[in-house]
Nanobody, 120 residues
Framework: QVQLTESGGGLVQAGGSLRLSCAGS????????MGWFRQAPGKEREFVAG????????NYADSVKGRFTISRDNAKNTVYLQMNSLKPEDTAVYYC?????????????WGQGTQVTVSS
């Protein structure tokens, strides 16, 4: 099972940008389809973006299309989420995870996540 560690969260004003990183362990990282998810206070965890093994296929939730970009660097065992034009409703804990099923089904193992707070 790959171990995942998220980083890059923080406090940003509306309209600003952040880049999240997800570092994975293990030599088989490139064999996993990966996704980003988020959970806002009092809400269910939701899918944000997914990327396939080589990064040539991506998928986004409608709420982030055109603002967020998912990418990966398999040489560094890292997946990124570039978030632009942030809105207060993007405030949540963000998690990366292996996609057990394309396009948006996560595995059962979650990391600690990274907090993103967008002020208005």
């Amino acid at each position: 099972q790959v171990q995942l560690t998220e980083s890059g969260g923080g406090l940003v004003q509306a309209g600003g940008s952040l880049r999240l990183s997800c570092a994975g362990s293990g030599r088989t990282f490139s064999s996993y389809r990966m996704g980003w998810f988020r959970q806002a206070p009092g809400k269910e965890r939701e899918f944000v973006a997914g990327i396939n093994w080589l990064g040539r296929g991506t998928n986004y939730a409608d709420s982030v299309k055109g603002r967020f970009t998912i990418s990966r660097d398999n040489a560094k065992n890292t997946v990124y989420l570039q978030m632009n034009s942030l809105k207060p409703e993007d405030t949540a804990v963000y998690y990366c995870n292996v996609l057990s099923q394309w396009p948006s089904t996560p595995s059962d193992h979650w990391g600690q996540g990274t907090q993103v707070t967008v002020s208005s």
